[in-house]
């Protein structure tokens, strides 16, 4: 077994001036800190500090009470599921991806006017008045209206063989210049959708979806 | 009087020592140059020898750049303490074991040491590579004995045999209580006994 001594010999060493110097300088600036953070004087005391820590305490519990009304509020503030709409799924027909698309839309449905929802809703009463299936229609002639390019291609005859379902909706539909608006005009258009073919490829798809829709259906 | 903070963290000293500054503390934080001059002579020479005794392994870290940034760093801190000239021994290594600490962790993202095989084993174990053929009680041989021992019994070890702290100087340092420094020293002691070697 080998002996020895831990203890090392310590030398003695004396410090140049210019760290004595620089040691004093950071001495002389050196300031307490309070467990490594730095408190400042105004909150030095007790009463100042007390009312910091309630100040604080506020301002959280506020903070949870609006984040809790904010929740609350959230699912009362979601829109309810369209209970009508421009693309109402009747019972036997096949639905496409572009109505389902339409469906749900909730924008579409609030910009009808009220004529348009009256039409709507007495189409849905009386479905007798449906228009006649497209391959039923006699081939009468086809007389476009002046504006063309807004791909209401809506005959007069066929407009009168609706009824009154277009008299609101028709002359939005003719004016239109294919936005969204005319989609009212064109649910109803069902001749649209025989001669929707050159329709389509005058304007938007958009605008004449409904008609195409129940053309091609039929 | 001594409060005691038990159970918050290793680091953390557990007896703080709330006493009135000697006359020297007193004046070293009021930055006398005089005051800090005693203070690096009583404490620069061990400091030193106690950071040699944990080599990094990495060339860029030495043992008299750790001391520097350690005595920068206990005068920008000294009005945080509290105690006589024997105390700030005790609390001056333990600033020098943390920046040894944090530059060793530093060490550790960056290395980039080359080596080949044949040094390769140089460089994981430098003390046990040399260490056993140097003569009893050198630098060396010393170091090589505590490269046997855990991190914690190294350091008491070395605190308490190699450089000449005291119990309470040691707990200070390490962030341990003095029972710890106690039970760390005899389990190291058995430890170097069992490697034959016989310590007094």
Known sequence: MAHGRLRCEVPTLEPDDDLVDRLAALAAASRPTRGGVVVPIAFGSSASRAVVIAAAIAAVTAGAAAAATQLSHTRQDEPAPPGSSVGIQRPGEPTSGREAHQTPSTHRSDRLSGAQVRDQARDQEDPGTEAPPAANIPAAPVQHTTDDASGDTTSDSTRDSQGGDHDGSASQGRTDDGDDTDSGGNNVDTGGGEDGSDSGTSSGDDQDSGGTQQGSSD | ?200
């Open chain 2, 1 to 200: 009087m001594t409060k005691t903070v038990g159970g918050r963290s290793r680091d953390r000293p557990i007896s703080t020592v709330v006493a009135a500054d000697d006359q020297t503390i007193a004046q070293a934080k009021d930055g006398d140059h005089a005051a800090w001059r005693a203070l690096y002579t009583a404490h620069a020479g061990r400091l030193l020898v106690w950071l040699r005794m944990f080599p990094s392994g990495d060339a860029g870290i030495s043992a008299e750049d750790l001391a520097s940034e350690t005595w920068l760093t206990a005068a920008a801190k000294i009005a945080d303490f509290r105690g006589s000239t024997g105390e700030f021994g005790g609390w001056l290594f333990g600033i020098a074991r943390r920046q040894a600490r944090n530059a060793e962790r530093r060490s550790s993202r960056r290395r980039t040491s080359p080596a080949t095989t044949e040094t390769l084993d140089d460089l994981l174990h430098p003390l046990r590579a040399h260490g056993a053929d140097t003569a009893p009680d050198s630098d060396n041989w010393i170091a090589w004995l505590l490269s046997h021992l855990p991190a914690r019994e190294r350091e008491v070890v070395s605190c308490l045999d190699v450089v000449g702290l005291d119990v309470a100087s040691t707990a200070t340092a390490l962030g341990i209580n003095a029972s710890a420094v106690r039970v760390a020293h005899h389990r190291a002691l058995k430890k170097l006994r069992a490697l034959g070697v016989e310590v007094s």
